[in-house]
DNA sequence: CTGCACGATACCAAAACAATACCAAAAGGG
DNA sequence: CCCTTTTGGTATTGTTTTGGTATCGTGCAG
């Protein structure tokens, strides 16, 4: 454990409390990755001896992080730090790339461009993209596929201000986008189920008729303005989502 | 805070009562930004030091933001300007019931019960929630109905030990759990797509083979042990899901 | 002079903060 | 199996910080 509870930790801490000193230097230990899940904490006693503060006090830090769940304490054997399923990360895994979402569970991936260029836009795509008139649309469609069998179609849809060449985009269309300092800090996704139809089945190797994930996605910029809009089809028997939700702690809670 | 509340600031603000010029002080800056909903303000007696004034003049010129609810005073801890009301909801709506989620929605919500009661535990059961041998699952079935519309059918099964009672369970499931202490604080969520089998169907009021949304949720509480294993079908054609997703700061991963 | 808005001084009470002392469950060694 | 040690859990108390309030003095307009 090392250097890493020692009085002179505390004055980097930004002041402020000493039971909230201390909470932040657990919790950021935690998110960089100094404290393992599953790793014990010094015990109580131990941790109020090495900073020099009270053991009530100690507690008192730390118990903010057990109630929201990233720490365990258990008696007579010690404070953990809580076994993550897959972090909060999971909770953003839905607007990450379907490249990277597959990577990390270890599958290839292959996508195949059904098409790619700069279209007149549809109705749908002035509304969510707020395009003005005349202006077109960059359009990214492409199939999807992991070790050989489609899973996903997937269908973006961008301003031509922002992408202005959509030939370009070979792989990641993120990395082209945050290339070129266009990096999304908030999306809205909507969820919900629908038939496959012929031609979206045909793409996918099934029957049409079988149920298919269907996700709307819209990117935006820290300004507010829309990065982009996907809608994509997901094979509803070949995948799912899996989310981690956090709830927040009961009462209100002071800064 | 920085160089927010010093006496020079004053002088910009247009003369007249001092209280006044504070005033306009604080209110400017949250209506720039400067002022983040939940940050707190300097104590009165710092802000009177900072700004020569005496503690009562920055009373009277906070008074008026406390009665028009910009800001908000907690004797002992300090003042605050006034979070939003809408909080992180948005993330916990997944995770809130079905019955919180459309009355939200100002929609009408009806339930059915299906089934409810003791059961011996499917093996799905038993892995979810960790039961031990011979110990039972409580089960509790319903058709979940906006305005007379089936929408969703949710099926929830808890271990014996946390739910012994499952008749008692006429609302809320979360409200119930609540009053016996059982608040889970994190839950994982599966979405995925499948075709409705005749029995489903036939309770949501829809043909065979129309396409439903299928969740599976487990709850967790702050020890880790499982609360709650929840699986649910909504009308692919009358339910969708809303999410808002926040992006991680620029380091890490990214799509 | 009177009335009133303004401002400062002094004191009050609630809440947060922190420390001491003690309790009880769990782990571990004989 | 019991006993000791270690661990987290809790009750109690004192101190500090914070907003809340009562009171008085000043200056200006009527």
Request: proline fraction near 6%; charged fraction near 25%; glycine fraction near 10%.
């Amino acid at each position: 454990m090392g250097e890493l509870f020692t009085p002179e930790a505390f004055e980097e801490t930004g002041g402020g409390p000493l039971y909230l000193q201390l909470h932040r230097l657990i919790a950021e230990a935690i998110a960089s990755g100094r404290l393992q899940p599953g790793d014990s904490l010094p015990s109580e006693r131990e941790l109020a001896a090495m900073t020099g503060l009270s053991r009530v006090t100690v507690r008192k830090g730390v118990a903010e992080l057990v109630a929201s769940g990233q720490l365990v304490q258990k008696r007579g054997s010690g404070t953990f730090v809580a076994p993550k399923v897959e972090k909060l990360e999971q909770a953003l895994s839905l607007l990450t790339s379907f490249t990277e979402d597959m990577a990390r569970r270890g599958r290839s991936v292959e996508s195949r461009w059904i098409a790619r260029g700069l279209h007149a836009p549809a109705p749908e795509e002035v509304m969510a993209l707020g395009l003005g008139v005349g202006e077109k649309v960059a359009r990214l469609e492409r199939v999807r596929s992991s070790d050989g069998v489609p899973l996903a179609i997937e269908r973006a849809s961008l301003s031509q201000a922002i992408l202005p060449d959509p030939d370009g985009v070979t792989d990641s269309l993120y990395a082209v986008l945050q290339d070129r300092g266009l990096r999304p800090v908030r999306a809205v996704q909507r969820i919900s189920a629908a038939n496959l139809n012929a031609k979206d089945a045909e793409l996918l190797g099934v029957s049409p008729g079988v149920a298919g994930l269907r996700i709307e996605r819209i990117s935006y910029l820290p300004s507010g303005k829309v990065v982009e809009f996907t809608r994509s089809l997901y094979r509803g028997d070949a995948y799912d989502f899996a989310v981690e939700l956090k709830l927040a702690p009961e009462g209100e809670r002071n800064p």
